[in-house]
């Protein structure tokens, strides 16, 4: 029993309050930019776009805890950390190419498709600690996804309610 203990108590090479705020943090961020997409009424909104923070997060502080591990031999163990933020790049662009449909000659859902990819390079920034980059990302994300969608109403280029908004959608 004791070695169960043990291994649940397993510590961290960082310290737990700052994973806490890592995870925390990609989960504001992703959150941001959610609500965005859903308060546009768009495809994966505010639960999507935080799992995938978070997720993304979670996969990198993970990077960062193996490299640390006592268990791996460091001298006949190969890692390479960049596989990560490829395994993240490629599991959240299947996420989104799911969101994009192609109906009637048009392409619904690839602002909400790159919204999530960008949720998941917010996240990898936000479990590596680098907290800077990922708050600089949301703001741009929030920028581009808010303020350039009212200059784009104003010019008259797109209009302001989804597409697939009719009479029996709000």
Do not use: Y
Request: aromatic letters at 8%.
């Amino acid at each position: 029993m004791e070695q169960l203990v043990e291994e649940f108590g397993h510590p961290t090479h960082t310290a737990f309050p700052v994973i806490v705020a890592r995870l925390l943090l990609a989960a504001v961020f992703g959150a941001a930019i959610g609500f965005e997409r859903e308060w546009r009424n768009r495809p994966a909104g505010l639960r999507t776009h935080i799992l995938v923070c978070v997720a993304a997060a979670t996969f990198a502080v993970l990077t960062i805890e193996i490299l640390h591990i006592p268990t791996f031999d460091k001298e006949t163990a190969q890692f390479d950390p960049i596989r990560v933020v490829e395994a993240v790049t490629a599991g959240v662009a299947f996420l989104a190419a799911g969101i994009v449909i192609f109906t009637r000659g048009e392409v619904h859902g690839l602002t909400t498709g790159a919204g999530m990819w960008l949720a998941g390079a917010i996240g990898v920034s936000s479990g590596l600690g680098l907290w800077q980059i990922a708050l600089l990302a949301t703001v741009l994300a929030l920028v581009v996804l808010g303020l350039l969608h009212v200059f784009e109403v104003r010019m008259g280029t797109i209009g302001d309610e989804p597409k697939d908004a009719g009479p029996d959608r709000p």
